[in-house]
């Protein structure tokens, strides 16, 4: 049984441009007292073949955690472009927007992010060099990917045999089978639990 359950993640500010900050507001509930924060997470998939262009946007701790509900908003900067190929600038990737205990992953919601230019002969002909102020980024927010990982809550309990599932038994939310743009995130993104309430 979770601790925490994610009840709503809404996208703020969106479609915006590139290099606009990201916002996410973000709701949960905790069922259950914890001695640690929650560590929240915001990666941007800089490129689907290689994770070395993957870029921590942003990285908080929000506690303390207590029986009870809770809202916030996580901003974040852009992803730095020149940490970026060229051809990966423009066209779809990923967004993933992760929560962890003690260094213990147990959400992990995935957004499609689709950047184009807002000029339409800017489209039709894109230059060589990629305009970063001309394109519009927009978070596709309708179908989010959600894996759901079970852990151990209370590690410090561990020794009454309480202990983390393994990942093979994260539950899937949407029901869509496909992965995602990055290989490396094709087995944990679909996935979620039933009780998800609409990330």
Request: aromatic share 10%; with cysteine; hydrophobic share 30%.
């Amino acid at each position: 049984m979770t601790a925490v359950n994610v009840t709503n993640v809404a996208v703020l500010d969106n479609p915006s441009t590139f290099g606009s900050p990201f916002k996410f507001e973000i709701s949960y509930e905790c069922v259950d007292a914890l001695k640690e924060d929650l560590e929240w997470k915001l990666i941007y998939v800089g490129s689907a073949e290689d994770e070395t262009y993957d870029q921590l946007l942003e990285s908080v701790f929000v506690g303390p955690v207590n029986l009870g509900t809770y809202r916030f908003v996580l901003q974040a900067d852009p992803p730095d472009p020149a940490r970026i190929r060229q051809e990966d600038i423009i066209g779809v990737t990923v967004l993933l927007l992760t929560c962890s205990y003690v260094g213990q992953e147990f959400i992990r919601i995935g957004y499609y992010v689709n950047n184009e230019y807002d000029d339409e002969k800017l489209k039709e002909q894109p230059p060589q060099t990629v305009l970063i102020d001309k394109i519009q980024r927009n978070i596709l927010t309708d179908k989010p990917r959600v894996t759901k990982f079970p852990i151990n809550f209370h590690p410090e309990n561990s020794e009454t045999g309480e202990q983390a599932l393994p990942p093979d038994n994260a539950t899937e939310a949407d029901g869509n089978k496909e992965g995602l743009p990055s290989p490396k995130y094709e087995e944990g993104l679909p996935k979620n639990g039933p009780d998800e309430g609409g990330a």
